[in-house]
């Protein structure tokens, strides 16, 4: 029976290019994997793909029963329906370990790198698997875009290393090609509002409360400046709608390097707890803050205990 490898809910470039590239490395590997994902391609995702000459994987929602890889997660808060009852095989990931659980040993590479996609470049080095010119501009892209072109504090060497590498095999300027993505990425004319909460958020587990966090990366984020209405009523609604103690979204400025914070809490408070600034009504501007992985999540899972 063939196994199923995919990325999170509400999927980015990193969690879709990775779920395409290990499905072929996995297969060079002799093994019996198709990619999928559990949406559709963001625009951003959707010019790598196209960039590339790559097809979006197909969409999933129940796994139950399953045999499934993961790539870059392993919370069973941000996997599709079933994912409890399915049979983990592996894990290929760049954040801390979640709570998904397994009946039997299971291969995992957890890297604490900028992306997933480098995790899967050391993987196919150490195979010794080609990566096809389409992979390789795809992963190239994943990094680039999780690491914001190398902005972000989770960004380290080997990420930079990979892009060089895999840029050489694409035969591209990787400069020039992650620029054109993070100015489609921070495209939000016409968007609705819920389209951009949802755009990039995961739910989080901290100490029993449900918090979500979503985030929305910009050029400039004065292209957000007529809608903050519109973002701060959809807060409400997720909250209310997903039962969120905490909802939060950050508006990320690329070329600053810092984010606006909208805030829908049952304690606002756990805000300043978090970061030792005090918001200005529902909002707080966060001076250097561009990873919502390494400078948001571990500073609210303290505040949260």
């Given at each position: 029976?063939?196994?199923?490898?995919?990325?999170?809910?509400?999927?980015?470039?990193?969690?879709?290019?990775?779920?395409?590239?290990?499905?072929?490395?996995?297969?060079?590997?002799?093994?019996?994997?198709?990619?999928?994902?559990?949406?559709?391609?963001?625009?951003?995702?959707?010019f790598?793909?196209?960039?590339?000459?790559?097809?979006?994987?197909?969409?999933?929602?129940?796994?139950?029963?399953?045999?499934?890889?993961?790539?870059?997660?392993?919370?069973l808060?941000?996997?599709?329906?079933?994912?409890?009852?399915?049979?983990?095989?592996?894990?290929?990931?760049?954040?801390?370990?979640?709570?998904?659980?397994?009946?039997?040993?299971?291969?995992?590479w957890?890297?604490?790198?900028?992306?997933?996609?480098?995790?899967?470049?050391?993987?196919?080095?150490?195979?010794?698997?080609?990566?096809?010119?389409?992979i390789?501009?795809?992963?190239?892209?994943?990094?680039?875009?999780?690491?914001?072109?190398?902005?972000?504090?989770?960004?380290?060497?080997?990420?930079?290393?990979?892009?060089?590498a895999?840029?050489?095999?694409?035969?591209?300027?990787?400069?020039?090609?992650?620029?054109?993505?993070?100015?489609?990425?921070?495209?939000?004319?016409?968007?609705?509002?819920?389209?951009?909460?949802?755009?990039?958020?995961?739910?989080?587990?901290?100490?029993?409360?449900?918090?979500?966090?979503?985030?929305?990366?910009?050029?400039?984020?004065?292209?957000a400046?007529?809608?903050?209405?519109?973002?701060?009523?959809?807060?409400?609604?997720?909250?209310?709608?997903?039962?969120?103690?905490?909802?939060?979204?950050?508006?990320t400025?690329?070329?600053?390097?810092?984010?606006?914070?909208?805030i829908?809490?049952?304690?606002?408070?756990?805000?300043?707890?978090?970061?030792?600034?005090?918001?200005?009504?529902?909002?707080?501007?966060?001076?250097?803050?561009?990873?919502?992985?390494?400078?948001v999540?571990?500073p609210?899972?303290?505040?949260?205990?």
């Amino acid at each position: 029976m063939s196994a199923i490898v995919f990325g999170h809910m509400n999927p980015d470039t990193d969690s879709t290019i990775s779920a395409l590239a290990a499905a072929d490395l996995y297969t060079k590997r002799g093994l019996a994997v198709s990619a999928a994902a559990q949406g559709a391609p963001t625009p951003d995702t959707q010019f790598v793909l196209d960039t590339f000459g790559l097809t979006a994987p197909a969409i999933i929602d129940d796994v139950a029963g399953k045999d499934v890889y993961l790539v870059d997660f392993s919370d069973l808060a941000q996997g599709p329906k079933g994912l409890a009852e399915a049979n983990v095989l592996g894990i290929v990931d760049h954040h801390k370990l979640g709570d998904v659980t397994t009946n039997s040993p299971l291969e995992a590479w957890i890297w604490p790198v900028g992306c997933t996609g480098t995790v899967l470049k050391a993987m196919y080095d150490f195979y010794g698997i080609e990566i096809p010119k389409a992979i390789a501009g795809g992963l190239m892209c994943a990094i680039l875009s999780d690491t914001v072109l190398f902005k972000s504090p989770t960004c380290t060497d080997a990420d930079k290393a990979a892009v060089k590498a895999l840029a050489a095999i694409a035969g591209v300027d990787y400069e020039k090609v992650g620029m054109d993505m993070l100015k489609v990425k921070s495209s939000i004319d016409g968007i609705p509002a819920k389209d951009l909460v949802f755009r990039d958020y995961k739910d989080f587990d901290m100490n029993g409360k449900k918090v979500g966090i979503g985030q929305v990366e910009l050029i400039d984020i004065a292209m957000a400046d007529g809608i903050k209405g519109d973002l701060r009523a959809e807060l409400a609604k997720v909250k209310a709608e997903r039962g969120c103690h905490s909802v939060f979204l950050l508006l990320t400025d690329i070329m600053k390097e810092g984010s606006e914070m909208l805030i829908n809490s049952d304690d606002i408070a756990v805000v300043e707890k978090a970061f030792g600034k005090k918001p200005e009504g529902d909002a707080v501007w966060l001076d250097g803050v561009l990873s919502r992985k390494k400078q948001v999540v571990p500073p609210f899972q303290t505040a949260f205990k």
